[in-house]
Structures are given as structure tokens and as C-alpha cells.
């Protein structure tokens, strides 16, 4: 499940660019190709730093294939969850932060990314990222159901 925190709180289209980010997170985390590429303009300014490389792409497509499932998320790679998701902006640039709880090679990870975008229509133009990279995990990262969450939640505040 996902937390979100938002800095408005009113409903909002799916147009609006805080909506964007947040759905450029959700598609991430859901490693689902077409959704990121669609959310993407077909020729999109990409650039990303992670712990060890400077990535670059000038389309949609090599941001996903060559860059987010290319190597950042594999197909062996489980997320789990998106831990934590918070959006709002800077001036003119919107933001977004989420936090992946992921599996890879059989130990349990977070990677945080910060993304700074500008969103045109609905499609992220120009997008800046900051990832933390493969962090191990300080317990095994174990979904738990909403219900149970919401339990866990009473007990501890009572």
C-alpha cells in the first residue's frame, strides 16, 4: 500500500503535473513499460544520478528500456511496495519522492529517488533524478495488508 503525502489537498485530474509524478512513480514501482512510457513525451529531456553512473536519454523510449528497466529495475527485481511517495513543487518544477521496497537476489532493498519534472499535457518533458541506490534493508520488507496496518496502527497508539 502507499503513503502518500501530498501538498494539496483537493482532488485532481490526471493532467495536473503533481498527478503525473505520482503516477510516474506508481508505474515505476509497477515496472509497467508502457505506463512510464506514456507518461513520458516521446522526446523527453532524461537525466538521473545514481550512486555510480550520469544517465542520459533524449526519448521516452531509452529512458525506460536503456535506463528504468534496463538497469535500474531488472526483470528478476521484485518491488514490493512503494514505501513512502510525497509530491509538490519548487517554483516552477514539480516534485516527487517515493521510496521502493525491493527484492533483489534474494535480499530485501529501498531505493529512494527524488524526481524534479515539468509536465506538459500530461506527459513529463523534462525530468532530474536523484536516487539513492540499493540500500539494504534494515528487516526483511514484508507487505502488509491494509487491515492489518490499520490494527498494527490502534495497538501501538493505545
Known sequence: MTHMATAVAEPRSE???A???EAFARALAAKDRDRIADLL?????FEALT???HWVAGTSAQAVDEVILGHWLGPDDVVLGIRSMTSGRVADRQRVGYCLAVRRDGTDHVLEQQAYYT???GRISWIRILCSGYRPAEAAVVPIPDHDR???????HA
Not at 41 to 45: G, M, N, Y
Not at 150 to 156: I, Y
Open 15 to 17: 493532467a495536473d503535473p
Open 19 to 21: 498527478t503525473v509524478g
Open 41 to 45: 513525451s516521446d522526446e523527453v529531456d
Open 51 to 53: 550512486p555510480r553512473r
Open 119 to 121: 509536465a506538459e499535457g
Open 150 to 156: 490499520d490494527q498494527q496502527k490502534e495497538l501501538h
